[in-house]
């Protein structure tokens, strides 16, 4: 059986962000898993210059990553209670590749929250899109302190909370996909 590509799509391109320490370990932890295969999507490496879907919006290279994507697992800051433009100019790209895969959420905060309200923005947007969530979100608060200034995790605690969201999205990736294979026959 070959492996599933399930991508962890990092949420931002601003300067000096951390959440980037949190998605690397996420995907650091995701392939400890043999039947998967990821890979952080960093937006700063993508061109995505415009809103919507049109096709001057969208990056060749992102579109080839998500057409062949099972799932993702998805880390954002929280910015102002929300999700960064970049995060959401990156997903609005694409909507056809997204169509009935699993998706799981990382939120990451300087305060004790660890994103939850950016959490709760995405899973709505990602609805609309065709994305299926998973009920386990990991929170990652107090990024200046959980990481240090090397991306080196403090509490190694987190590696469980991880594994355990890896697990689902691993499991929901083959429901999921089993069922797309068989789509045509279900008239969906």
Request: hydrophobic share 35%; glycine share 8%.
């Given at each position: ?64 990553k998500t057409a062949k ?23 609005d790209s694409e909507l ?33 899109m065709g994305l299926v ?56």
């Open positions: 059986m070959s492996k599933l590509y399930i991508p962890v799509l990092a949420g931002t391109t601003r300067e000096k962000r951390r959440s980037i320490y949190a998605a690397r370990l996420v995907a650091e932890v995701g392939n400890t898993f043999d039947e998967i295969q990821t890979e952080v999507i960093d937006p700063i490496d993508y061109t995505f210059p415009g809103d919507g879907k049109d096709p001057e919006n969208k990056d060749p290279k992102y579109t080839e994507a099972q799932g993702f697992f998805i880390v954002t800051p929280e910015y102002n209670h929300s999700i960064p433009g970049s995060l959401k100019r990156m997903l056809t590749n997204y169509r009935h895969k699993p998706v799981a959420f990382g939120g990451v905060s300087s305060g004790p929250w660890g994103g939850v309200r950016a959490i709760e923005q995405l899973a709505i947007i990602v609805r609309n969530s998973t009920s386990k979100d990991i929170q990652f608060p107090r990024i200046n302190e959980l990481f240090d200034d090397k991306g080196v995790l403090q509490n190694e605690d987190f590696i469980q909370y991880i594994h355990k969201a890896w697990i689902e999205l691993i499991w929901m990736s083959k429901v999921l996909k089993a069922g797309r294979d068989n789509e045509s026959s279900n008239n969906i």
